[in-house]
Structures are given as C-alpha cells and as structure tokens.
C-alpha cells in the first residue's frame, strides 16, 4: 500500500512539472540537432517546443483535384482503408511520443480525412490522443453536418465521444471538384463555402457542447496572391483561428504544375499578409525554424483593432519571451485547472522575477489593445497568421540524399536547403526506419514509393475471394 501512495506521489509530482521529462529530453535533442545559423534567442523549436508533426501513408486519396498538389500521382490509385489507418497511426504516434514527448501538435494528414468513415476518424484522433499529441484534421471542408456530428458523437449514446475538434479546412481556387462549385475562378467564390465550415462547427457546439479550433490553409500561386487580402478581410470573423498561406512548390504530381511558381518571393506573400491583417504583424518576435522556411504572428484583434502578442522592436517583450521560455519551457497549458495551477505555481517558484516581467509585460499588451476600456467593450480575438513555404522536389532530393550520408554540399542552393531541412519544424514518423522525416522530404523522396506500394497493397478495385470449392 506505501508503494502505491508513493507511485501515486511520484506520478502526480510530474503531472504537475511546467514541463515533462520526456519533453525536456527531446528540446534538449532537437536543440542539439539544429544548425547554428538559427539558435537564436527567439527561437521556438529546441526549447518550447519540439515542432509539429505529420501523419503519411494513412489515407492517400482525395477527392479533389488541386494545382498544385504534394502528393504524388499514384495516391489516387490507394484505396481509403480504416484498418491500415488505424494500425499506421498507432505506430507512427508511439514513435513520436518516444522520440518527442507528449504535448506536441500533431496532424492527421495524407489525402482527404473525411473520406475516413467517421468512426474510423475518431479511431485516429484517439490514437493520437492516448499517444499524448494534439491532432488536428486537415480537410478540403467539403463535407456535411451529419459527418460531423457522427465523428463527435458516440454512434450508441448519442453522447458526445470527445470534448473539442481541431480542424484545418483548405480553401483555395486552386481546387477543383467541390460540390456546388467544381471549378473557381476567383477567391471570393468560395466564401460561402468557408462560412458553411465554421457553421458547422458552430452549430456542433450550440447543440452538443463539442468546442473547436478552426484554421484555414491556402496554397498561394502567381493566380491568387494578390487576393489574399480580400480573403482575410472577408474570413476574420467567420471563426477561424489561424491563417496559413503556403506558396506553391515544385513538388508531387508534375501533371499539375501550371504556373510558374517562383515569380514572387515569400516576402510578397507576407506583404500581402499584412496588408489583409490590416497591420504590422510582428513575425520577428518568434521564430520557429528557418526563417526561409516559416513566419508565425500571435495576435488579438480588439474591435478593428490588432496588437500583436510581442513587438520584436521592443527589447523589453524579447526579454520577457526568455524568461517566459525559461521560467516554463514546453509547458502544456492546456491541462485541468487544478493541474495547470500547480504547473504555474511550480513555474514561478523556480523564476519567480518571473513575476515582474510577465505583469509589466500584461500592461505593455493591455496598451497596445487599446487600454483597459477596449479590452472590457471588445472581447479579444485571437488570431495567428502563419506562413510555411516548402521547397522544390529538385533541391529536395540531392539535398536529402547527402544529409542521409552526412555529408553537406558544396552547391550553395543545396546546402540552403540541407540547412532548412536540418531546421525543420514539421516532421514525419517513420518507425521502421527510426526516422523523423521533414515533410519536404517525405513529399519529394518518399511519398511516390510510398505511394506505388500502397497501391498494391490497398487497390483501388478490391477483388473478392474465390468461392469455396472453385
């Protein structure tokens, strides 16, 4: 019995830790991993967190066709199969939970979730859930209430069989084959469609108390960049959380590269950000990565107005980021209350200058929303604003293939994209290699053989066995 109280003990005083030992191991290692060129003092990955993750190879096929696409040419041909999913997620997440610790953000990815049934979805979200990640469904959005209802609600009970969703919806005009609408000329076409989204999930929480994060994902071409700000303008209060632009690659099924993809520079995409923001968005303040790679802004919008989380121009938010950093590390804030009181109360007693900074640093975000009087007329709302620009499968390749060998170019474009790989912030789990995967690296070397053997293993046409006796 005293050795239980003790277990008991020990567990709860690691429950209440800022941050797990197993997290604290793994920053230490990404850390350790990342080229020196970003270990800077705003740096995110290595210290607060260990970088996002992928699913690959779960559910390959989609039912929309978009220009361009990542995947390869083959994922079409892979039948959609809940026991393959089931089996591939269980094993990719334990292996990120041994090699990243738990808390990490995490995203059920390949070809289109809702074609998953809605039990085998929840399925998904559970393994990944028990595997201590943080799933989030990447989705073209075109589906029904019904299909979501089902995935939230236990098909017996009738009960709600989790307590919040995560989605992602892509919505761009590069896409083709959505119901209502098969082909779009221009963004502000799909606006209906993106309010019909966040509806849903909105009703799902009026009617059952299932709550939700909701991002919105746009692939940016040479067709559709200078409506970006219209689109934010018109999204920001449909209910999405994030806005994630991602300019197009050279990458996946060659047949669908129209444009030529490098007539703007990632600068442009995040001018054009701002410009929808209606403000300076302040991405310098974190980073996350390569900067060549990734631009992420925290913020709130109080009434018409934006204040940016932190201002990268004011030493004194750079200050209170490290000793935010320091004071709680990969902290997970999203715990039961009582827990996350310890974990604060723990947090400040090991730093508790800690104290000082984070009340002059409320005051300093109190002024830039516009004072206290704002904050009590408008509720704020939070919105981040994120850019991931991935790389050509041309680069990709060679660069991949000598980082394997430990060996690191001599060609400065290739040794620019060894350095982003070597930085990365979004990887893929590959268990039966002991390899984590940056996706750009997974989208140009290992899906199109990934894909050709799941073709054979998952045809598209099932043939039924033989009778007995045939």
């Not at 390869?72 to 959609?80: E, G, H, I, M, P």
């Not at 502000?188 to 994060?213: I, P, S, W």
């Not at 700000?229 to 669908?256: E, H, I, K, W, Y």
């Not at 004071?327 to 947090?347: E, N």
């Amino acid at each position: 019995m005293l050795s239980a109280v003790a277990a008991r003990l020990r567990d709860l005083e690691v429950l209440t830790r800022p941050e797990h030992p197993d997290l604290t191991a793994a920053l230490a290692t990404r850390w350790d991993e990342l080229p020196a060129h970003v270990k800077t003092p705003n740096q995110m990955l290595g210290r607060r967190t260990a970088g996002c993750e992928g699913t690959h190879g779960v559910f390959p096929r989609c039912n929309l066709a978009c220009t361009p696409c990542y995947h390869s040419k083959d994922a079409n041909r892979v039948r959609t199969d809940g026991e393959h999913t089931r089996r591939e997620i269980d094993s990719q997440m334990a292996f990120l939970r041994e090699q990243r610790g738990p808390g990490q953000n995490a995203q059920l990815i390949g070809g289109e979730v809702s074609l998953l049934s809605p039990d085998d979805h929840f399925a998904a979200l559970d393994a990944m859930l028990r595997h201590g990640r943080k799933p989030m469904s990447m989705s073209h959005g075109d589906f029904d209430y019904d299909y979501l209802e089902a995935l939230a609600l236990d098909p017996v009970s009738g009960k709600p069989r989790v307590k919040h969703l995560s989605f992602a919806g892509h919505f761009d005009s590069m896409m083709y084959g959505r119901r209502g609408i098969k082909k779009v000329d221009t963004e502000d076409q799909l606006h209906e469609h993106r309010r019909r989204f966040c509806a849903m999930f909105q009703r799902l929480e009026r009617e059952h108390g299932v709550t939700h994060y909701l991002a919105h994902n746009m692939t940016v071409t040479p067709r559709n960049i200078d409506q970006i700000p219209a689109v934010l303008r018109a999204c920001r209060d449909m209910g999405f959380r994030m806005f994630s632009f991602q300019p197009a690659a050279f990458v996946g099924n060659t047949n669908r590269w129209k444009d030529d993809y490098r007539e703007f520079s990632t600068d442009r995409v995040w001018e054009k950000v701002e410009e929808g923001a209606g403000a300076r968005l302040h991405p310098n303040a974190f980073q996350i990565g390569d900067v060549r790679c990734n631009r992420t802004a925290y913020g709130s919008y109080v009434g018409e107005r934006y204040a940016p989380l932190l201002d990268e121009d004011d030493p004194r938010d750079a200050a209170a980021l490290s000793g935010f950093v320091d004071t709680f590390g990969g902290m997970d804030f999203v715990a039961p209350a009582p827990v996350l009181a310890a974990r604060l109360l723990r947090g400040y007693a090991r730093n508790h200058r800690f104290l000082v900074t984070s009340a002059s640093f409320a005051a300093r975000f109190v002024k830039r929303a516009g004072g206290p009087r704002a904050l009590l007329r408008e509720r704020p709302q939070a919105v981040t604003y994120v850019m991931h620009a991935f790389m050509d499968a041309k680069d990709v390749r060679p660069a991949w293939a000598l980082l394997r060998k430990g060996v690191m170019s001599d060609d400065p474009r290739i040794r620019e994209t060894q350095e982003r790989l070597q930085a990365c912030s979004y990887a893929m789990a590959h268990p039966e290699t002991d390899e984590l995967v940056p996706a750009c690296a997974q989208h140009s070397v290992l899906d199109p053989m990934e894909n050709l053997r799941l073709q054979q293993e998952l045809p598209l046409v099932q043939v039924a066995p033989a009778p007995v006796g045939a």
